[in-house]
């Protein structure tokens, strides 16, 4: 159902509203992350035609010579009760009008933690999606939750000596693992100082977390988190980690952050349907295994002004071989995308 075809009383218009962020909305939404990757950022918020705010949607600015483009860093956040799809859509139509109005170029795909349930009328969309494990059960039905080759993997690794340990002082460590692993799989990373100014604007709402052997360091993961959700945004691993390193890295940080009360553990990001025997396909069934649900949904761009807009998918295609929505777009007839309307946002 497009924008002009919502029943009246579900269409939302997207106008700037103040920043009001509070431990139970995601933490990508504060603004002292936003204000860390860009200098321009805000929220939108979506209203009803009696003027009832009904969700809000951050955003940040990214300036290139010759280009604006916009990034949602989360997706749709939701206040008093969820949108319909009707809403949340209508809602993504306005938001873009807004942009264009705005004289921004490109809004370009999201980071990969924002997974949205809909998308604009005008959006180029694949499909994508990320399991997320509720953090409410008990820690035994957590465990018991988990794939018997992932339980076996924890006992091996503690068993070989690997221990768990947490703290900013890693964050050198941590990111020259994360670049080395991105490297191994033909990837950029960020710069240290963008790396740096990232963990350390999220104050005490990010844990870096290592997993050590006898002082020689296995694997690390870096993990914004609220009382919404915690988020494995980027991990490393040495060229080869002892067995189960990583498994029991990610089974503590299930614990520590259970512990704090935090409701959700995200893996962020799974690709749908990934090619037989790919590193893609292992990472999936690997993040599978901690016992979380698939949410699925979309991922998107949308063009603001034609020419800019080629000229950033030229230059995308040209570094990258395209972004991830040029990547994954093929898959969307495909895939079964009535699930999509399942619970993306929880």
Not at 19 to 26: A, F, M
Not at 116 to 136: N, Q
Not at 230 to 258: C, D, K
Request: a positive charge; one cysteine or more; proline letters at 5%.
């Amino acid at each position: 159902m497009t924008t002009n075809e919502s029943p009246k009383g579900l269409r939302l218009k997207a106008s700037r509203v103040e920043i009001d962020w509070h431990p139970g909305l995601p933490i990508f939404s504060c603004e002292p992350f936003l204000k860390a990757v860009s200098d321009e950022y805000g929220w939108l918020g979506g209203f009803t035609e009696g003027g009832t705010l009904r969700c809000a949607l951050p955003y940040t600015i990214i300036r290139k010579p010759g280009l604006r483009m916009v990034r949602f860093r989360v997706e749709t956040i939701p206040f008093r009760e969820e949108l319909c799809i009707e809403e949340e859509k209508s809602f993504l139509n306005s938001a873009v009008e807004y942009f264009r109005s705005a004289r921004m170029d490109i809004i370009i795909p999201a980071t990969t933690n924002a997974i949205f349930r809909t998308f604009p009328d005008a959006a180029v969309v694949a499909p994508y999606g990320t399991y997320i494990l509720d953090l409410r059960p008990s820690e035994e039905s957590l465990w018991n939750n988990l794939h018997r080759k992932h339980r076996n993997n924890v006992r091996s690794a503690i068993k070989n000596g690997v221990a768990i340990r947490t703290g900013k002082e890693y964050l050198n460590t941590a990111y020259e693992m994360i670049r080395a692993t991105f490297q191994r799989s033909k990837m950029g990373f960020m710069g240290f100082d963008a790396f740096q100014r990232y963990v350390l604007s999220l104050e005490e709402h990010v844990k870096i977390m290592v997993a050590d052997c006898q002082g020689t360091l296995q694997g690390c993961a870096v993990v914004p988190f609220s009382k919404h959700s915690a988020h494995y945004v980027y991990g490393g691993t040495s060229p080869n980690p002892i067995t189960g390193a990583m498994n029991l890295l990610h089974w503590e940080a299930i614990r520590h952050f259970r512990a704090l009360g935090v409701q959700r553990y995200d893996f962020v990001g799974v690709r749908i349907d990934p090619e037989k025997g790919s590193k893609q396909e292992g990472l999936k069934m690997f993040k599978s295994r901690f016992g979380g649900r698939l949410a699925q949904g979309y991922i998107w761009k949308c063009s603001l002004r034609p020419l800019k807009s080629a000229a950033y998918s030229v230059a995308v295609r040209l570094l990258k071989g395209g972004d991830i929505v040029d990547q994954e777009r093929h898959k969307l007839a495909h895939s079964n995308m009535s699930a999509v309307q399942n619970e993306a946002h929880g």
